[in-house]
């Protein structure tokens, strides 16, 4: 039976093309992590004005603070989901071949996860530091 107030055609219908509500997800999740970064952004720079001029120990020390470490790996962990969230969006709307597309996403997943394991292993490294 036709729908009076479909505006995909038949063969469109057919195939499944259209709006799937697959992005609706990523989309969330990218204005949550957007949400998230504004505290915890103005908490680091507040942080880091805070510790100007102060010695490499007096950082140490302030990272290995269980609040501190706890907020510096959710401040990491969100800036690398946002920032893969966007190069996504970025990557599957101007790369129109399909090797490359995949190629670049899967790049850039790698790239990002490798920062964001990296960055988190140093906070906790100098967070347990004995």
Known sequence: MKQAN???????????????????HEWWVQRATAVALIPLSVWFVASVIALAG???????????????AVLLVLLLAVTFRHAQLGLRVVIEDYVHNEGAKIAALLAVNAVLTLLALGSIFAVLKLAFRG
């Open 6 to 24: 479909s505006i995909r055609t038949e063969l469109a219908r057919v195939r499944g093309l259209g709006s799937a509500q697959a992005g609706v």
């Open 54 to 68: 102060a010695d490499h120990a007096t950082v140490v020390n302030w990272m290995s603070m269980p609040l501190t």
